[in-house]
């Protein structure tokens, strides 16, 4: 078995994919992006792109103050597989962060965080100090495409996130300066956003994914002349945020008014508990994932 077969399966429970809670399909609901748990306690990261997605989804009917999108957490026991979906009480999109002096990147690094009402859950360890080295070998985990890779044949035939590996190409601006981004050797697609980003040797986190390097293209016609079609394709360039401004959102998130009443009003499931005796979910092509009651109030 190779380093990187053991070193996953720390992070592995703690991917999620964060979808629509209503679908047509009712096999498995759309993808958005990637998550990974970053505390026992409920807190999730993910790109603040995602979580603009979800503030776009069209309310449910009777359901307006409730998140239209859910967390699904693919989760084996050692004797059985459980898709859990986590319902969303918070969502915390980043705003503004102080820089240092020279400083190269956006003026927001793409970063959102999610809170669920459970505690004890698998979280991921994320590094709190160190160096970045380029040529330092790594891999991220998470839904490269969305649902359209878990039902790639047609139907659904795949139920975990997807696995890559790859190594650091460059440390953004300059190796020797505070990072404000890491470019990665891998390919990604849309529902990666929100990947982790961590060691092979170790498991631990060191990023996450927000944006791939698209390059272009063209149709062209017989005579070479290029037409009105254009398109992008991906390329091996991925960008991921570094650790530092990850660690600085988790420290925040504590004296954030949101976050302070949501646990105190929340009375936190134990997630040991409640997988000793989880509701049962379908995991056929013929019968619903879940069960997703009600209708969009724009239909």
Known sequence: MSKLSETYKKVKPAVVAIVQRMSKDPTFPPIIGTGFIARENGIILTNNHVIDEINKL?????????CSALVLLFYDTGKEFLLI????YRLIDL???????HYYGPEVPDIGAILVGFKGLPAVNIVSSG???????????????GTETLKAPGWLHQLSPTLQKGIISAILPTAEAEPHAI?????TEGGTSGSPVFRVDSGDVI??????????F????????AVSFEGVLPTAHTFAVPYTFLNIVLNDLNNLPDVKSFYEKVQLEDFTEYIKNPPKNELTPKKPLMTMKGKLKNE
């Open 131 to 145: 160096k970045l080295y380029e040529g330092e070998d790594i891999a991220i985990s998470g839904f490269p495409m």
């Open 58 to 66: 069209p309310k449910i009917e009777g359901e307006e103050e409730e």
């Open 207 to 216: 990023g996450m994914v927000y944006a791939g390097l698209k390059d272009s």
């Open 183 to 187: 470019m990665l050797d891998i390919i």
């Open 218 to 225: 063209y149709i062209c016609s017989d005579n070479n002349q």
């Open 95 to 101: 705003r503004g962060m102080q820089h240092h002096e």
């Open 85 to 88: 979906p986590m319902p969303i």
